[in-house]
């Protein structure tokens, strides 16, 4: 006699679907990988200085290779190029700079935004990568070109709009020429920084504004 036949199984539960797996966000994965690369130019240059400054050194702070630098950048300059315009962005993002005021005391506004310069000049977060780009500017034209496009002219152009704000409310004449009113303000700071002759300091930078608001007939009253 054959035995009974066994019990059909019954149907296990379905097992519970998955959610499919999500695939990697390679955007977000370059943005990471592209801001480690900025971060360690910008440490690197000011512990090691411009000219010991290397791709290889740069890749492997990074924790990236070589070749990923070199399919964004063409040169560590200009990897320290956009990481100076992105520290720019950092210190509006953090604060550190609100904007241009316009209270209407053009001596006070001005003054309150050299002595930022000032401060800026002095921080080894800002001068080390800022003196390799001069350097550097001087002899390769298009980062020259660069530089000046994307860091040194909206700084430059903020000054302009309150210079021409306070000739619309009578304080400067009509005639002042803005751009070399404004190129005389941040030139002496520049040079200073740069060539070292002197300390920079708060007071140097008020003195800047005084003597260049005086040789432009500025009238702080608006009389």
Known sequence: M???PSPSPSPS?????????RSPDAGRRSERSRRAILDAALALVGEVGYNKLTIEAIAARAGVGKQTIYRWWPSKAAVLLDASVALAGDAEDEGEWGGFPDTGDIAADLKHVLRLTVDQFNDEKYDAPARAL???GSTDPELGRR????????ALGLYEERLRSAVAAGQ??????IRIAVEMLVGPLTHRWLQRTNPLTHAFADICVDQVLRGIGARPDGG
């Open 13 to 21: 539960p379905s097992p519970e679907a998955k959610p499919p797996a």
């Open 134 to 136: 001069t350097a550097a």
């Open 172 to 177: 400067i004449g009509a005639d002042v020429d």
């Open 2 to 4: 054959a035995p009974p």
């Open 147 to 154: 530089f000046t496009r994307e860091l040194l002219e909206p």
